[in-house]
């Protein structure tokens, strides 16, 4: 059973930082890019970062860009986001997920071209 398991979240002051997880299960996505996604109470789910299958691509939210990063490790099949200066903006639920095709040449930034989904980890920043 594919699954997609994300932690890390947590209340935060303002200004601080953390470091979100994801870790997949039962197949192997290193040849597939991987996304972190949120949503925030009565909003629609929203692109927040991206990462090529290589680890060489990535594309950001105007939100998130300068100030998160994400990475992957292919051996341990894991994709983490470090968000770094954290507004109360930022307070959702954050999900990981995989672009449903393999060996995209281009990172996808729209929901729809991804699949799996975890559960997400809350994530809430206070001011």
């Known amino acids: 059973q594919v699954q997609m398991v994300e932690s890390g979240g947590g209340l935060v002051q303002a200004g601080g930082s953390l470091r979100l997880s994801c870790a997949a299960s039962g197949r192997s996505f290193s040849m597939n890019n991987m996304g972190w996604f949120r949503q925030a109470p009565g909003k629609e789910r929203e692109f927040v970062a991206a990462?090529?299958?290589?680890?060489?691509?990535?594309e950001y939210a105007n939100s998130a860009k300068g100030r998160f990063t994400i990475s992957r490790d292919n051996a341990k099949n894991m994709v983490y986001l470090q968000m770094n200066t954290l507004k109360p903006e930022d307070t959702a639920v954050y999900y990981c997920a995989a672009d449903r095709a393999a060996w995209r040449v281009v990172v996808l930034t729209t929901p729809g071209a991804y699949d799996y989904w975890g559960q997400g980890t809350q994530v809430t920043v206070s001011s």
């Open positions: 990462i090529s299958w290589s680890g060489g691509s990535t």
